[in-house]
């Protein structure tokens, strides 16, 4: 009877338990490798998402040595955003940094800019666009800025979308097979590529 109760509890913890896929990029600059990238996706059994996004960099530019950091973490319920963070640190130092809350009618932002609201509601935005079916003309919404951009599918080859950021940056992502496969980021003056490992 014991045994039973104990193999119908473990059934039922495996029914409510989330379903995690994580990917992994390595960061290159001028060539050489420079950084690493993590970004996992969580499914709850609430129908709701939780994404986390990673990068570490160090590299010496223009005779400056340079680390980096970023983290966004996103939650998303029944296909809508409900909250985002973002957070870029240089040398230990928070350069950008930008919070956004649903509170049940529009969208809170605080940011290194100020306080704003907008009613939009994002359902794509770049952190999950690692993971969601993508098409041209799709609205995709910038979490560090809290702002819109416009994908546009195939200027940059076959399988490939990009958009360009509020803060002027070309972003342009490569698909293979339906999965993401790589990144390059235009910023300023450089260009950093991603290349997916696992």
Same mark, same amino acid.
Request: net charge positive; with cysteine; aromatic share 14%.
């Given at each position: 009877?014991?045994?039973?109760?104990?193999?119908?509890?473990?059934?039922?913890?495996?029914?409510?338990?989330?379903?995690?896929?994580?990917?992994?990029?390595?960061?290159?600059?001028?060539?050489?490798?420079?950084?690493?990238?993590?970004?996992?996706?969580?499914?709850?059994?609430?129908?709701?998402?939780?994404?986390?996004?990673?990068?570490?960099?160090?590299?010496?530019?223009?005779?400056?040595?340079?680390?980096?950091?970023?983290?966004?973490?996103?939650?998303?319920?029944?296909?809508?955003?409900?909250?985002?963070?973002?957070?870029?640190?240089?040398?230990?130092?928070?350069?950008?940094?930008?919070?956004?809350?649903?509170?049940? #009618?529009?969208?809170?932002?605080?940011?290194?800019?100020?306080?704003?609201?907008?009613?939009?509601?994002?359902?794509?935005?770049?952190?999950?666009?690692?993971?969601?079916?993508? #098409?041209?003309?799709?609205?995709?919404?910038?979490?560090?800025?809290?702002?819109?951009?416009?994908?546009?599918?195939? #200027?940059?080859?076959?399988?490939?979308?990009?958009?360009?950021?509020?803060?002027?940056?070309?972003?342009?992502?490569?698909?293979?097979?339906?999965?993401?496969?790589?990144?390059?980021?235009?910023?300023?003056?450089?260009?950093?590529?991603?290349?997916?490992?696992?």
């Amino acid at each position: 009877m014991m045994h039973r109760c104990f193999l119908a509890l473990f059934l039922l913890l495996q029914g409510v338990s989330a379903v995690a896929q994580t990917y992994h990029f390595d960061m290159f600059l001028f060539g050489d490798k420079i950084g690493t990238m993590t970004i996992s996706r969580e499914q709850l059994p609430d129908s709701s998402e939780h994404y986390v996004m990673e990068t570490k960099s160090k590299a010496r530019f223009m005779w400056i040595d340079r680390e980096g950091y970023t983290r966004y973490e996103v939650w998303y319920k029944q296909g809508k955003l409900q909250s985002s963070t973002h957070i870029q640190k240089e040398n230990g130092a928070t350069q950008r940094w930008t919070n956004v809350r649903f509170n049940g #009618k529009t969208y809170d932002v605080d940011s290194y800019k100020g306080k704003r609201s907008f009613a939009e509601a994002p359902t794509l935005s770049v952190v999950s666009l690692y993971y969601k079916p993508l #098409k041209n003309g799709a609205r995709i919404f910038y979490e560090a800025e809290a702002d819109y951009s416009t994908l546009q599918a195939g #200027k940059a080859g076959p399988d490939s979308f990009e958009f360009r950021s509020s803060d002027g940056n070309r972003n342009i992502y490569y698909f293979k097979n339906g999965a993401i496969s790589g990144m390059e980021f235009h910023v300023s003056v450089v260009t950093v590529k991603m290349v997916r490992t696992r």
